[in-house]
């Protein structure tokens, strides 16, 4: 029996029916973990998980005129089955112990019910060419059944296997649906465990383990770390212990030739590779070929990781068969899945060449481009093609690519679009159903690779065939395209066969054709993806659909593709561990199917088609370069003795050495910096090793090995020692230094070397030696000789941080000469501008700098390099700037080790005319000893306006008295009736909408521009009487944490404020010439109710504090409440909403001044730290109170309560809660309360 923990809010029910075309964002904020998976134990016997709901959506949609709710979670892109209610649910794969069963165990859960709830079915989702609406039909077995549905919310799939790891899938629907009774409960937390029974213990099969597969692996497998951590080693391939990688061709000598070619190239990098032909698989028939996999992959001692069929698609000549999935797709994916469950345990390529024409361009691009890949910075920026189409999301899809590059790679994409259907100056992103979440995900609240609205990125329309091809011959490394297609090419931007024979591009691209029909290379004619593949220039590879494929599931499998090859993309999926598994487009096919399997299970149609749709059109394990190339630091011995049994290769951390011989594997290994040594077989005079090593944006390395023969000396580098006694005497080369450098030889020949001299060099320009040679004497016969400090030579002092400064070695006892090479780091600082704080306590202490003040700005630098900086310091500077003075020169810092930081304040003034809103560039420069230096810049903006009143309120009934109000407070607003064009100029922004029928409705692409103010960090307040019910809701509208509940109409004959909030004892009279309301605000989550109307249940009025942004919502108008005694004046409402917004008004109202019975003088010292002093007079006895709140409204302490004498008084505070602990640094507002007074002031904690 599992123990659960339930809590009805059944009182939510008639809320959330009413709700039309809303959208609602439902919170929790004490969830047992992270949202999501969280592996809590990970053993041999099993694991437990603790899944979490943070918060999830409910999601308006229109069924048949009937307004019902979608279920959605963060994260989560596709909906339910069809017809079945749209209830989201995730999942993530599970590794067992090799013969093991595993069962699911849940051990505890807590629960929401919510009552009264329409859960719309979930939609069929579409063929790319189906342009009709959603469709929408409710399976009647379900609808019309009483039960809750799912009826196993925590569910573990059949046992599977992925490539050689016995797994399950998980699969959790935190939320079940009674649509008899209407009822839904939500698992809001659930702890389970997966045990495992029986097995042998190990997790995996060894044999089918791979450096290149294992990141599949890692991204899926929520306990991947169970599995053995292994070192790779590559091995000798031949066609009895089988290949990694294994190319099928025709029988035709041509194609075979450049198969060898590819085999060649592959063996040199590590990859044992054959050759089969057609005949040699067992003839050109799907099944023999599928069973020639099969077997492979069962039998082989080295079990086939990737297959290239080497081929067009064809029953005769050169042609080789692909079966047909289900009747609907020619599908090399077939072959790819060899244990029956849909996914690839098998890469799977296919080069569809008919000649040796078509090979040469399809071969030798990858090899040219592996060789000598790109070197100019443009080809590095990737290109977008999209066809807007607003029922879609090919413009997210797309554009989410392009945002990830822009703004977590710093390139610059280049947008070539043009418009299906639609207007995206007027439209939302796309109005399918779950796009909230996916803007959740990609928008400003989440990745931030795309804005809120499409209209902020304009450039929707006009691309055409010309704009591609320029784009493509002017030099691209990708080119992502989203839209619908057909076999001879793209809808929209309109680019087809004819069009690419404007392509003159020496440097081919990689094309994300994601679409319809552009790959279907079954077809009796040439498509799309074949000319664009094998033409002399155009593409290096293509990924594409073979048929008709699904919108929505194809931009989930976007998704993921991505993610495999930047797992930055998605930073919440997959794995966090970074690594060198380098792009590698085959791969990221098969791996973004898997993310597919995994997105929604057990639901979700359409999914299986995309996995045999999509193929990848080059070689398995051909490569991108995403950046500009870098060279490696590679050292090893240019010749070896014959006999030798190891050979030792040092190179960069993350490079992957391979050592082949006559086109053999002889050993592979990943570097960690270290040398490594390979243990090789004896060979002869005349041979040579290749030493090839990779690394991703490395440029390939390839050297060549000769064996000499053993009969003669043969002298070499061994190692070095730097005597930097005259520098900082840490022994490595640091910037700046004078080098003395002691030199180890060792002869590994068989013969005595006599009387050896040495000479070092380098063609580095940051190193000037000084004295270059020296005298070993005799180096006998394997024996080493050191000589100490012979060598010197001097370090540039802007050598760069880490630099390799690569020596050559040339020594020779006068019959002979040997050269060597070794390398020896650099080390510098690297001295950066890391961030600033502005500190304007001795004004008006609001954190900003407003005109007329002066402020400290404390910057703070740092040392990201690995050696000193001396005698650091730090300018600040404002040039050109009239209103800004830096009151002081350069700070001096002191010295600064490596990976440290380091702080200067300076005091700068603005002018008292500084306009509002002024943005001022700050310029911070860096210098130390020896000529180091750094720049950074930041930018503060001066004489923010205190408030805007954005009166779009035809009427007027608030904006004026807000002005009036925000006047006698002395804080600067500005009044405007339309929107302007930078909110960011505000601390805070007033809307007023207006009362029924008259009021202003807001559209989408406001709501937007609110919702990215508040992004960035705004406090908005949103009046309107219709805005919250009767309105189209945005998803402004959920910022604020509201419910509404509908009730039958009711006036407004006052407004009360809220005990226990910054309104207390305030009581209006309501003015309105249209005073009536049918509906009543509830708080969500964290927000509050600060007025109620005209009962205690019928809130109007309600704050929230998101601690990134403050929002108030009301139902009522500002300017239509009546004036009172004090507190209950509208200037000393804005008052309170302006200090709970965080500003602090100079001309604060302490109620009426004539008569006055008590007065709250100002706290001293203000700012404290330690404690300050509170004083008060009274004029007559009185009962006083004085507490203590913070900016938002929440009484933190109560400092006094009881009957006083008339007379002088104070009290002090220590800046600690009513428990004694000591409150947070920032703003706190005490206030003095009598039968007759309310007085507030300010003081600030330090």
């Known amino acids: ?110 629960t929401e019910t919510y009552n009264n709830i329409e859960i719309a079915p979930a939609p069929r989702i579409p063929l790319e060419t189906d342009n009709s609406p959603l469709y929408y039909n409710k399976d009647e077995s379900i609808y019309s059944t009483n039960a809750f549905y ?23 629907t935190p939320f079940q649906y009674n649509p008899v009774t209407k009822e839904l409960i939500v698992y809001r937390d659930i702890k389970l465990e997966v045990n495992f029974k029986g097995g042998n213990g190990q997790f995996g099969a060894m044999r089918y383990r791979s450096r290149w597969f294992d990141p599949i692996l890692r991204d899926r497998l929520l306990n991947f770390a169970s599995l053995p951590v292994i070192e790779y080693t590559g091995k000798q391939g031949n066609k009895t212990d089988g290949f990694e990688y294994v190319i099928i061709t025709p029988d035709n000598p041509v194609f075979i030739a450049w198969a060898d070619s590819l085999k060649l190239f592959r063996n040199m990098q590590g990859i044992s590779t054959g050759v089969f032909t057609i005949t040699e698989v067992g003839g050109n028939n799907t099944n023999t070929i599928e069973s020639f996999i099969n077997d492979a992959y069962n039998t082989w001692a080295i079990p086939p990781l990737a297959v290239l069929i080497m081929a067009d698609y064809g029953s005769t000549g050169d042609g080789i068969l692909a079966p047909v999935w289900n009747s609907a797709c020619v599908s090399d994916h077939i072959y790819a899945d060899v244990n029956g469950n849909d996914m690839a345990d098998v890469i799977m390529a296919r080069m569809t060449a008919e000649n040796g024409t078509h090979l040469e361009n399809m071969v030798g691009k990858i090899l040219d481009y592996e060789r000598n890949p790109p070197t100019y910075e443009g080809f590095y920026n990737p290109i977008t093609a999209l066809g807007w189409q607003t029922e879609r999301w090919f413009q997210i899809c797309s554009e989410s690519v392009g945002g990830f590059f822009k703004y977590i790679k710093g390139k610059n994409p280049l947008r070539i679009n043009e418009i299906y259907a639609g207007n995206p100056d007027v439209d939302p992103w796309s109005t399918a159903l779950n796009t909230n979440t996916i803007l959740g995900v990609f928008g400003p609240n989440g990745l931030g690779y795309i804005p809120s609205i499409p209209n902020d990125m304009g450039h929707w329309s006009g691309g055409n065939a010309t704009d591609i091809n320029d784009a493509i011959n002017a030099g691209a490394f990708l080119l992502q395209h989203r839209d ?63 048929e008709v494929s699904y919108s929505f599931v194809n931009d989930t499998y976007v998704w993921g593709l991505y993610d495999y090859m930047w797992p930055e993309f998605l930073p919440q999926f997959g794995s966090t561990i970074a690594e060198e598994r380098g792009m590698l487009p085959a791969f990221a096919n098969a791996a973004a199917k898997y993310f597919l399997k995994a997105s929604s299970w057990p639901f979700a149609g359409g999914k299986e088609d995309t996995y045999y749709l999509f193929h990848h059109h080059g070689c398995a394990f051909q490569t991108l370069y995403s950046e500009v190339p870098m060279n490696m630091m590679v050292v090893h011995d240019n010749v070896i003795i014959t006999g030798s049994d190891s050979f030792t290769v040092t190179a960069d951390s993350g490079a992957f050495i391979a050592l082949s011989f006559n086109g053999d594997v002889m050993g592979t290994a990943e570097s960690d910096g270290t040398p490594q040594v390979f243990n090789i077989i004896p060979l002869s005079p005349g041979d040579a090793i290749n030493v090839v090593v990779t690394r991703p944006n490395y440029f390939r390395y390839h050297g060549i090995v000769d064996v000499i023969p053993d009969d003669v000396p043969y002298v070499i580098y061994d190692d070095y020692a730097i005597n930097d006694a005259s520098g900082n005497g ?12 002691s030199l180890s030889l060792e002869n590994v020949g ?62 020779t006892d006068g019959n002979y000469v040997w050269n060597s090479v070794f390398p020896i780091r650099a080390h510098a600082p690297v001295m950066e501008y890391i961030t600033y704080i502005l500190d304007d306590a001795s004004g008006n202490g ?65 002018a008292d005319d500084t306009p509002g809103g002024h943005h001022e560039l700050f310029a911070v420069d860096i210098n130390a000893d020896l000529g180091i230096s750094g720049v950074g810049s930041f930018e503060i903006v001066i004489g923010r306006f205190d408030a805007l009143v954005l009166d779009l309120d035809p009427y007027n009934h608030s904006g004026p008295a807000m002005m009036d109000a925000f006047d006698d407070l002395d804080l600067s607003a500005s009044y405007e009736t339309a929107f302007p064009g930078d909110l960011s100029m505000y601390r805070s922004v007033f809307v007023s909408l207006g009362i029924v029928i ?40 959920d910022r604020f944490n509201i419910d509404v509940v509908l009730d039958s109409w009711f ?72 004036d009172d005694a004090h507190p209950s004046t509208k200037q000393q409402l804005m008052l309170e909403y302006m200090q709970f917004f965080g500003t602090v008004a100079t001309g604060i109202p302490d109620g009426p001044q004539q008569n006055l019975l008590a007065s709250l003088g100002n706290s001293y010292p203000n700012p404290f730290t330690g404690q300050t002093t509170i004083t008060f007079s009274l004029q007559e006895d009185a009962a006083v109170s004085i507490e203590v709140f913070d900016t938002y409204g929440r009484r933190v302490a109560s400092l006094l309560d009881k009957n006083m004498k008339a007379g002088k008084h104070s009290i002090r505070w220590d800046g600690t809660d009513d428990s004694g602990n000591k409150l947070n640094s920032g703003i706190y507002l005490f206030n003095l309360k009598t039968n007759t007074v309310n007085v507030t002031k300010k003081v600030i904690l330090h």
């Open 1051 to 1122: 006036p407004y004959e006052s407004i009360t404020g809220e005990a226990g909030t910054f309104t207390e004892g305030m009581n209006f009279q309501y003015g309105s010439v249209s005073p009536y309301n049918d509906y009543y605000l509830i708080p969500e989550g964290n927000a509050f109710t600060i007025f109620t109307s005209p009962a205690p249940d019928f809130g109007c009025a309600v704050a929230f504090d998101e601690a990134s942004y403050k929002t108030i919502g009301c139902a009522f108008e500002f300017g239509d409440l009546t």
């Open 998 to 1037: 008259t009021g202003h409705e807001l559209t989408h692409v406001e709501s937007a521009k609110l919702e990215q103010y508040l992004d960035g960090g705004g406090k908005l307040y949103l009046e309107g009487r219709r805005t919250w019910y009767n309105d189209q809701q945005q998803p402004i509208h």
């Open 1 to 110: 029996m599992f123990g659960n923990y339930k809590a009805n809010l059944a009182f939510l029910l008639p809320l959330l029916s009413v709700f039309s075309l809303t959208a609602q964002t439902i919170s929790f904020n004490d969830s047992w973990d992270e949202a999501g998976f969280n592996l809590a134990i990970e053993a041999a016997e099993g694991i437990e998980v603790i899944y979490s709901v943070q918060e999830f959506y409910m999601d308006d949609v229109s069924v048949k005129g009937t307004s019902m709710k979608a279920i959605h979670l963060p994260g989560v892109f596709l909906p339910n089955n069809e017809g079945a209610p749209d209830l989201a649910g995730s999942s993530r794969y599970i590794a067992i112990p090799q013969g093991a069963a595993a069962s699911l165990n849940v051990l505890s859960y807590r």
């Open 846 to 910: 609001n954190g900003e700098l407003d005109p007329g003040e002066t402020a400290e700005i404390i910057v703070t630098i740092g040392n990201h390099g690995s050696s000193e900086a001396y005698n650091v310091s730090m300018g600040l500077t404002c040039s050109g700037s009239s209103y800004i003075t830096v009151n002081n020169g350069a700070v001096a810092v002191g010295n600064m080790p490596e990976q440290t930081t380091g702080d200067a304040v300076f005091s700068v003034t603005a």
């Open 730 to 741: 840490n022994g490595i080369l640091d910037y700046g230094e004078s080098v003395l450098l």
């Open 750 to 811: 068989l013969i005595d070397a006599i009387g050896v001299d040495a000479d070092i060099s380098t063609a580095n320009s940051f190193i000037s030696i000084t004295d270059n040679t020296a005298y070993f004497n005799d180096i006998l016969s394997l024996q080493t000789v050191t000589v100490s400090d012979e060598y010197a030579f001097d370090v540039a002092s802007d050598i760069s941080d880490g630099e390799l400064v690569t020596f050559q070695v040339q020594a």
């Open 484 to 546: 619908h297609g057909g076999e001879t090419g793209w809808g929209e931007p309109d680019y087809n066969n004819n069009d690419l024979n404007g392509l003159s591009n020496e440097d081919p691209v990689f094309v994300f054709s994601i679409n319809c029909l552009t790959g279907k290379y079954n077809w009796e004619y040439e498509c799309f993806v074949e000319k664009f593949h094998r033409m002399e220039y155009g593409a290096l590879g293509v990924i594409a659909a073979s």
């Open 150 to 172: 799912p009826a196993e919310p925590f569910q573990l799939s059949k046992q599977t296997v992925i490539r050689g790891v016995d797994a399950v899938i998980l699969g959790i």
